[in-house]
């Protein structure tokens, strides 16, 4: 087992940052790749960024120049720093992890609103 736990969520105005963190632990030797999907009202869930255990890194196309995904691995921390944001970044964030090629971990999420 593999549990998550997201913070750094909160109210931001256009153009303001947020720095979101995933706190990993359980059997977190096995993650294949950890990281960050976003779910808005009325809308799917949809990959934001993701790094493997080997250090490849996937950006959405809607973030990739805005978003920066990192690990601390000495923490069991993933970081996703989101710069630029605007109104249509606002859902909930939800931290993921994938364990041994099959197993599906979830977060509790975290709500980022970007409102003026």
């Known amino acids: 087992q593999v549990q998550l736990v997201e913070s750094g969520g909160g109210l931001v105005q256009p153009g303001g940052s947020l720095r979101l963190s995933c706190a990993a632990s359980?059997?977190?030797?096995?993650?294949?790749?950890i990281g960050w999907y976003r779910q808005a009202p009325g809308k799917e869930r949809e990959l934001v960024a993701r790094?493997?255990?080997?250090?490849?890194?996937n950006y959405s196309d809607s973030v990739k120049d805005r978003c920066t995904i990192s690990r601390d691995n000495a923490k069991n921390t993933v970081y996703l720093q989101m710069n630029s944001l605007k109104p249509e970044d606002t859902a909930v964030y939800y931290c993921?992890?994938?364990?041994?090629?099959?197993?599906?971990?979830w977060g509790q999420g975290t709500q980022v609103t970007v409102s003026s």
């Open positions: 790094i493997s255990n080997g250090g490849r890194i």
């Open positions: 993921n992890a994938v364990r041994l090629g099959i197993n599906v971990y």
């Open positions: 359980g059997k977190i030797f096995s993650i294949d790749a």
